[in-house]
């Protein structure tokens, strides 16, 4: 009570020491539950608003929480702000399972909600950890969605990749808009919800067809994504068509052993020995990379930065999705605001050529078997007693219970793929290194 009776004190470090107790005591959810109800509710400035998310998000262990954000998201009558910040706090907690009462309400929200207010509804969607029952119902509603021709083609695309992993779905419904999100032209945003996906669908062979000959036009980043789709197939044809496409991809430079051979392993001897000679074909020792790095360097015809700024912000190179420069752009890899300081016109092309050549420091991968077989690599981002937080490329995260884990071990590969100067053109690659360079 006496705790409680502060959330609300003028006197700002009382109160924040109120709500620092309040937030290791998630049994007091029942007192603590109408101070936030009306909170919620009020208007407030941006600091105070992420403040009160972040509360959201710490006490919604309690039931009582729980109970109370269900009501606020399942209420018609609740505002699109308050919609949004009742969304924002569920996202970010650190549940293992959202409740089954958020997938419920979610799901009547998402079938009742105008248009405006999808998209926020579809982001916590895709960030739930959902299970049983509720989760299938949910499913539907977001298959029916991602169907639903009438729709804007991002929002069919963030219904898709919201599907709930436990519950695998057939995507004819969505499959072509899928596809053709892959293609180059497209943002690094509709590639990498596209391939989210595709990854939680349950695709029939002919699907697995059209997606292997798809292959051999996206980009490094897709491909690396996509190829663990094919690792539960046995038909032998697919195989056989899908190292055909990768044999004439222009980013083949990007296919890693740990993720070409699981994908290859059911489709029987004689293509797994394919693969193999592929792999060997690709790999380069460190002498053939200098001589490459160095002939390369020398026939760069000159940049110019203004070009260079947009190749780097460009949806073929999405520099911008992993990166960010001053206050725009991703955290998956090293900031960039400075690098034209620290690094010289030689490394940075050593960085887009060879990304795993050098890792920088605090941005190394681990890679992290699973006790089924299956293995990510990544970047953590957080651990806990209970899991493991792994960034995976732009926008993909990966959260892994320990319990289901047999090693974690540092990885000799880069987040970054390889293959993004096949990407680009000669001009291309020279203008983003002077762009990169200018950044002092």
């Not at 195989?239 to 991809?249: E, Y």
């Not at 222009?250 to 489709?267: E, I």
């Not at 050593?350 to 078997?369: D, G, K, M, N």
Request: proline content about 6%; charged content about 25%.
């Amino acid at each position: 009570e006496h705790a409680t009776r502060e959330l609300s004190s003028a006197d700002a470090p009382l109160r924040d020491a109120a709500w620092w107790i309040v937030g290791r005591h998630p049994d007091w959810g029942n007192h603590v539950a109408r101070i936030l109800r009306a909170q919620i509710s009020a208007e407030l400035p941006p600091p105070q608003r992420a403040a009160l998310r972040d509360k959201l998000a710490q006490l919604a262990s309690s039931p009582a929480i729980q109970t109370m954000l269900a009501e606020q998201l399942d209420d018609p009558q609740s505002s699109s702000s308050t919609l949004r910040l009742v969304l924002e706090g569920m996202s970010a907690a650190r549940l293992k399972h959202a409740p089954d009462a958020w997938a419920t309400a979610l799901a009547r929200r998402i079938e009742q909600a105008p248009a405006d207010d999808l998209e926020p509804l579809l982001v916590a969607a895709r960030n739930f950890r959902l299970e049983g029952p509720p989760a299938q119902a949910l499913a539907s509603r977001l298959e029916a969605l991602a169907g639903d021709k009438s729709r804007p083609e991002n929002i069919r695309l963030l219904a898709a990749a919201a599907l709930p992993p436990s519950v695998k779905q057939p995507a004819a419904a969505w499959f072509d808009l899928a596809l053709a999100a892959l293609g180059e032209d497209r943002s690094a945003a509709d590639r990498a919800l596209a391939c989210e996906a595709l990854t939680r669908a349950r695709l029939d062979t002919a699907e697995l067809s059209r997606l292997g000959e798809s292959l051999r036009h996206v980009g490094p980043i897709e491909l690396d994504r996509l190829l663990p789709l094919f690792a539960a197939s046995h038909d032998a044809e697919l195989g056989r068509a899908l190292l055909a496409s990768l044999s004439a991809s222009r980013v083949k430079s990007a296919l890693r052993a740990d993720v070409l051979q699981p994908a290859l392993a059911q489709f029987g001897p004689e293509i797994r020995a394919a693969g193999d000679k592929l792999l060997a074909s690709l790999n380069q020792d460190a002498a053939q990379q200098r001589q490459i790095l160095e002939s390369t360097l020398a026939r760069l015809p000159s940049g110019d930065i203004r070009r260079g700024q947009l190749v780097f912000h460009s949806s073929k190179a999405a520099c911008f999705s992993c990166h960010a420069i001053g206050y725009v752009g991703g955290n998956v890899g090293p900031d960039l605001t400075s690098i034209g300081k620290i690094r010289s016109d030689r490394d940075l092309l050593e960085a887009v050529l060879f990304p795993s050549a050098s890792l920088v420091r605090s941005f190394e991968s681990v890679r992290v078997l699973l006790e089924s077989g299956r293995t990510h690599n990544g970047v953590v981002r957080e651990e806990t007693a209970d899991e493991i937080r792994l960034a995976t490329g732009p926008d993909q995260e990966v959260r892994i219970p320990r319990g289901e884990i047999e090693s974690i071990d540092p990885s000799q590969v880069s987040v970054m793929p390889a293959g993004l100067d096949k990407q680009l053109t000669a001009q291309e690659l020279a203008d983003l290194l002077a762009f990169l360079k200018s950044r002092r």
